[in-house]
């Protein structure tokens, strides 16, 4: 199993809902990224989780909340979001710390639209 | 400055045509990654290289480490490989990806 899987595909929620992202990956990777990305602009790091720990926050406002309940799960906890918020998410994952693992492999993404 | 610099940003060519996207960093790296994104669709990792060159298909991937500089090229092109391109570094020790603004390509038949 080579792959990051990411549900749902798409979302649709209100400002006052709250719903939650989910990232799976079984490659062993121990290294878990949640990236935001807007039409046509590169993606921008949101959180990074390390050994199930969160190693990085990107100053992300506190209506995102970030949880890995283990080492394959990664999930993105979402309330009351603004419409700004609408984008691509996606998750990415990463073998270890070292330089030698450096590559990250991509989920599909999930499509948020907040209303 | 970006740190990472893509030329073109905008391609369109013929089917069949040899395309070129450019990279160009300024900060120490550990490995540059070539990735591609279809319109509305995430991303799929199509090299990682740290030196010389790599090939996939009629996908080639080149680094300069000396000059900062990275190409990647595609043969024989295809409406199919109608995509953004995005060039992205690591830098040495870090966790994060820094990412180009991205190349979008359009292959016309």
């Known amino acids: 199993d080579t792959e990051v899987t990411q549900t749902p595909k798409h979302l649709v929620m209100g400002m006052t809902n709250k719903k939650s992202l989910k990232c799976e990956q079984h490659m062993g990777h121990r290294a878990m990224y949640w990236y935001k990305q807007k039409a046509k602009k590169p993606p921008e790091l949101m959180f990074v989780y390390s050994y199930e720990k969160l190693s990085i926050n990107e100053s992300v406002p506190s209506r995102f909340s970030p949880e890995c309940p283990n080492s394959s799960l990664l999930n993105l906890h979402l309330h009351a979001l603004q419409p700004e918020d609408s984008a691509l998410y996606l998750c990415?994952?990463?073998?270890?710390?070292?330089?030698?693992?450096?590559?990250?492999?991509f989920g599909p993404g999930t499509r948020l639209t907040v209303l | 400055k970006n740190e990472v610099e893509q030329s073109p940003q905008n391609l369109t060519a013929q089917e069949g045509e040899f395309i070129t996207i450019n990279c160009s960093y300024s900060v120490g790296i550990s490995a540059l990654h070539w990735l591609q994104q279809h319109p509305g669709g995430g991303i799929v990792s199509l090299f990682m290289l740290s030196s010389g060159k790599k090939k996939h298909g009629r996908l080639i991937a080149t680094i300069n480490i000396q000059e900062k500089h990275s190409s990647l090229h595609i043969t024989a092109s295809h409406p199919r490989d109608s995509a953004v391109y995005i060039c992205a570094v690591s830098p040495r020790l870090g966790q994060k990806l820094v990412f180009g603004q991205g190349t979008r390509l359009t292959i016309n038949p």
């Open positions: 990415a994952s990463r073998r270890g710390r070292t330089d030698r693992y450096n590559e990250q492999f």
